[in-house]
C-alpha cells in the first residue's frame, strides 16, 4: 500500500503557499498523527517546503523511528522540545514567517512564540490540516469500518448480560469490556449509558442510578482500531415497551434510517441536517430535538465535516460522519439512534451494522 504521508504533507505545503507562510507549527497531536503516523503524546512537528522536523523526546525515540521512519528529520530532545524547536528552527534557511494552530496551542506556549521565538513572526492559523482530514482515503476508511465492527460487536455481546437493576456504570463496565474484547485500542470518549428519565440527557454521564422496569437505556459509545474511531448509539427497552415508547422511539428510527441513506457528498452540511429534523418536526418532536444530525470521525471522534442547521460548507466526497437523530423529554426518558456512514462517490454506506429495530430486553 502507498505510503499517503508524503502527500498530506504535499497538500498542506500547498496549503501554506496559499496563506502565504514559510511554515506551520503543528502542536495538535492528532494532526501530527495524521501527517507522521506518530501515536505518542509528546511531540512538536514543524513543515516547510523543503523540511519536515519532528521534535519528541526521550521516551519515544524508539517508537518514532518505527512510527515516522524517514517522513521527518527527529530531533530527540532530553530537555524541553521548546528548546529544540527554537535549535531547528534556527537551521532552516528562508523560514521567517509560521503559522500556529489557534486550536491546539495552550496560552503558555503561545508565549513561548511572542518571546523566546521573537526571532520569527508567527501567524495564527485554523483547520489547515482539519481540512485535508475531512476526505478520507481507503486505508482510513477501512480502519473506520473495522472500528465501527468492533463496536457492533461488543454491542451484540453486552446486551444478553444486562438486567433490571444493574446500575448505570456496571452496564458501562460490561459495555467496556466487551468493546476491549472484540479488539478495541481504547475508547474515543466515556462511554454513555443513561437509563429511564437521565435517558433524555443527551451527554449524560454514566452513573450509579439502577435499572427499573419500562426504562430506555441509550448507550453511546465507540470503539478505536489503528487510531481511528467509531462512534454509534442504540436505545432499548428494559422490559415491554409501551405504547409512548414505540411512538417516540419509531420517529428517530425512521429519521435515522431517511438521513442515513439520503446523505450525500456535495450536499450542504445544512442540508444533511434538514432530512431528519424536518421529519421529526412534521412528527411533533421538533423542539426535542436540539442537538445537530452529526459530525465528522477519523483521528478523533468530532472532526469536520459538521451536519448542522448552521454549517453552509458541503460535505464532502470520502467523509465519515455520524447520523444520530434525538428526541429527548426531560423527566421521562430520550431516545438517539446513531450509525457512521462514508460518504461514496455512489452515495452513502452505513458502517455500523447493527438492527435500528426497538428491542426489549428482560
Known amino acids: 500500500m502507498t505510503d499517503p504521508r508524503p502527500r498530506r504533507i504535499a497538500a498542506l505545503v500547498d496549503g501554506l503557499s496559499a496563506a502565504h507562510l514559510d511554515g506551520l507549527l503543528l502542536t495538535g497531536l492528532s494532526n501530527i498523527r495524521y501527517l507522521t503516523g506518530f501515536s505518542g503524546t509528546s511531540a512538536l512537528l514543524v513543515v516547510t517546503p523543503r523540511d519536515v522536523v519532528f521534535i519528541t523526546d526521550f521516551r519515544y525515540q524508539t517508537q518514532v523511528m518505527?512510527?515516522?521512519?524517514?517522513?521527518?528529520?527527529?530531533?530527540?530532545?532530553?530537555?524541553?522540545?521548546?528548546?529544540?524547536?527554537?535549535?531547528?528552527?534556527?537551521?532552516?534557511?528562508?523560514?521567517?514567517?509560521?503559522?500556529?494552530?489557534?486550536?491546539?496551542?495552550?496560552?503558555?506556549?503561545?508565549?513561548?512564540?511572542?518571546?523566546?521565538?521573537?526571532?520569527?513572526?508567527?501567524?495564527?492559523?485554523?483547520?489547515?490540516?482539519?481540512?485535508?482530514?475531512?476526505?478520507?482515503?481507503?486505508?482510513?476508511?477501512?480502519?473506520?469500518?473495522?472500528?465501527?465492527?468492533?463496536?457492533?460487536?461488543?454491542?451484540?455481546?453486552?446486551?444478553?448480560?444486562?438486567?433490571?437493576?444493574?446500575?448505570?456504570?456496571?452496564?458501562?463496565?460490561?459495555?467496556?469490556?466487551?468493546?476491549?474484547?472484540?479488539?478495541?485500542?481504547?475508547?474515543?470518549?466515556?462511554?454513555?449509558?443513561?437509563?429511564?428519565?437521565?435517558?433524555?440527557?443527551?451527554?449524560?454521564?454514566?452513573?450509579?442510578?439502577a435499572l427499573e422496569q419500562g426504562d430506555f437505556l441509550l448507550m453511546d459509545f465507540g470503539a478505536e482500531v489503528g487510531g481511528y474511531c467509531s462512534d454509534m448509539t442504540r436505545t432499548v427497552v428494559m422490559g415491554t415497551a409501551s405504547d409512548e415508547h414505540r411512538r417516540v422511539y419509531d420517529v428517530v428510527r425512521v429519521a435515522n434510517e431517511r438521513a442515513a441513506v439520503g446523505v450525500r457528498a456535495g450536499m450542504t452540511g445544512r442540508d444533511a441536517d434538514a432530512i431528519a429534523r424536518q421529519y421529526i418536526e412534521r412528527a411533533g418532536?421538533?423542539?426535542?430535538?436540539?442537538?445537530?444530525?452529526?459530525?465528522?470521525i477519523g483521528l478523533e471522534v468530532h472532526e469536520a465535516p459538521r451536519l448542522a442547521r448552521t454549517a453552509e460548507g458541503a460535505l464532502p466526497e470520502g467523509a465519515v460522519v455520524t447520523i444520530e437523530p434525538g428526541v429527548y423529554r426531560p423527566g421521562w426518558g430520550g431516545v438517539r439512534i446513531e450509525d457512521d456512514v462514508v460518504l461514496g462517490a455512489d452515495g452513502p454506506e452505513i458502517l455500523t451494522q447493527f438492527p435500528r429495530e426497538l428491542i426489549e430486553l428482560g
Open 66 to 209: 518505527e512510527e515516522v521512519g524517514d517522513i521527518a528529520r527527529v530531533s530527540i530532545e532530553a530537555s524541553s522540545l521548546w528548546t529544540g524547536l527554537w535549535n531547528q528552527l534556527a537551521g532552516l534557511t528562508s523560514v521567517k514567517v509560521l503559522g500556529f494552530e489557534t486550536a491546539h496551542i495552550q496560552h503558555r506556549d503561545f508565549q513561548r512564540l511572542v518571546e523566546a521565538g521573537a526571532r520569527w513572526q508567527w501567524r495564527p492559523t485554523a483547520d489547515l490540516v482539519e481540512t485535508l482530514r475531512e476526505r478520507k482515503d481507503e486505508a482510513e476508511i477501512a480502519r473506520i469500518r473495522e472500528a465501527a465492527d468492533v463496536a457492533t460487536r461488543a454491542l451484540t455481546a453486552t446486551l444478553p448480560d444486562l438486567r433490571v437493576g444493574m446500575t448505570e456504570l456496571q452496564v458501562a463496565g460490561v459495555l467496556e469490556k466487551a468493546l476491549r474484547d472484540a479488539g478495541s485500542e481504547g475508547f474515543p470518549f466515556p462511554s454513555i449509558v443513561a437509563g429511564g428519565p437521565r435517558s433524555a440527557l443527551p451527554h449524560a454521564r454514566s452513573s450509579g442510578r
Open 285 to 296: 418532536y421538533g423542539e426535542l430535538f436540539g442537538h445537530s444530525l452529526g459530525h465528522g
